[in-house]
């Protein structure tokens, strides 16, 4: 049974899963604090899950009853309930997210939404997101062709900023420093057979300090925020691509900055990422849905999973 | 410490007794990434996947 099941003994028996396809150390320190809270608290394989249409109109016990109970459950090898609340935690933005529309179907209160995580898994949707609901952002443009694509970042000028719509830890994020640079990209681009590649995101380049802020929302508070520094030699500010982080402190500029961010997408538990230009101030150019929160757990005085947990367990209250 | 081999340059590899399923164990000699996976209270070694175009935060 590839499914890590313990029990707490505090909380009424309130059961939280874990659900991940990479085991990090997020998701190890989710099940430790959910555990000494007093949960009971497991971590899901979810390539071990699978779901059926028949488990909406069954119970846990295969009785075709309407599914209206708490006693719900996948349709997965073991035939275990994921319980009262999933925290989603795959790395896979789809698998997360489909996992995420499944869970939903069935009632399960799940962390975060789906809506949510479609809007954060999609730099396009994010910043329309933001822009509608008035969060500073930097300048962006979409276009749908090679043509357009080239025509708009010969008339902005460059440096300027080209982003994948899907990807992350600033996986193939590129500052183009000139026309041909561009042509090169979308030629590039043109040939993959993704049809995402072919929608092409442009930002503008923002005139930043060698750093940007991490802030972690979660539920309507910032629970803390860190500096990212990038590496020597990197422009990228990614822990994941060895960025140091150091405490930020929560300005009210920046936790008004933050909430409407995390309200512009939905809420939930949320990486708000922010440029400090030096002539607009603070700009949001990302919101992240499954948070990874290892570099800012190591400098920062808040217990972050703690945090997560308890978020949790307020959804399912409420 | 349990041992098991690597299924790409079968290398002994050490694998914590409190590892759980899921884990990941590296080969030093190869790279190869493994997930743990226990059975019967035996600890196995699963090829892990690659990293995906949709991978991240």
Redesign the interface.
């Given at each position: 049974m590839?499914?890590?099941m313990s029990r707490g003994n505090l909380n009424n028996g309130t059961t939280i899963s874990i659900v991940?396809?990479?085991?990090r150390w997020e998701e190890?320190e989710l099940l430790d604090k959910a555990l000494k809270l007093g949960y009971n608290a497991r971590?899901v394989?979810a390539?071990d899950l699978v779901f059926s249409t028949d488990a909406i109109i069954k119970d846990s016990n295969g009785n075709g009853n309407g599914n209206t109970s708490s006693n719900k459950t996948s349709i997965n090898p073991d035939g275990v309930s994921l319980g009262d609340v999933v925290i989603q935690r795959c790395?896979?933005?789809?698998r997360g997210l489909y996992i995420t529309a499944c869970l939903e179907s069935l009632g399960i209160p799940t962390i975060n939404r789906y809506s949510v995580a479609e809007v954060c898994?999609n730099k396009l949707l994010c910043s329309l997101a933001l822009a509608k609901h008035g969060v500073s952002t930097p300048s962006t443009y979409f276009a749908f062709s090679a043509e357009k694509a080239i025509e708009i970042a010969n008339g902005l000028g460059y440096p300027i900023v080209f982003k994948p719509i899907?990807?992350?830890?600033g996986?193939l994020v590129i500052p183009v420093k000139d026309r041909e640079m561009m042509e090169s990209i979308v030629e590039m681009r043109e040939e993959m057979p993704?049809p995402l590649s072919k929608i092409y995101y442009l930002q503008e380049y923002v005139r930043r300090p060698p750093r940007d802020i991490r802030a972690i929302v979660v539920g309507d508070r910032v629970i803390t925020a860190v500096y990212r520094y990038a590496a020597e030699g990197e422009w990228k500010t990614n822990i994941?691509r060895g960025g140091k982080a150091e405490p930020c402190p929560i300005s009210k500029e920046l936790e008004d900055t933050c909430l409407r961010a995390a309200e512009a997408v939905g809420g939930g538990v949320l990486?708000i990422d922010i440029m400090e230009d030096e002539a607009k101030g603070l700009l949001v150019h990302e919101v992240?849905?499954?948070?990874?929160f290892r570099g800012a757990a190591s400098v920062s005085s808040v217990d972050i999973a703690q945090e997560i947990v308890s978020y949790a367990m307020k959804v399912v209250r409420a | 410490m349990v041992k098991v081999r690597c299924l790409e340059c079968d290398r002994e590899l050490n694998v914590p007794d409190d590892a759980?399923?899921?884990?990941?164990v590296t080969c030093p000699d190869c790279g190869a990434n493994y997930?743990v996976?226990?059975s019967n209270g035996k600890i196995m070694l699963k090829p892990?996947?690659s990293i995906?175009?949709?991978?991240?935060?």
């Open positions: 590839n499914m890590n991940f396809d990479r085991l190890k971590l394989d390539k790395i896979s933005h789809y898994g899907v990807g992350s830890w996986r993704n994941a990486g992240n849905n499954t948070v990874e | 759980v399923d899921g884990e990941i997930e996976a226990r892990a996947e995906g175009e949709d991978w991240g935060e």
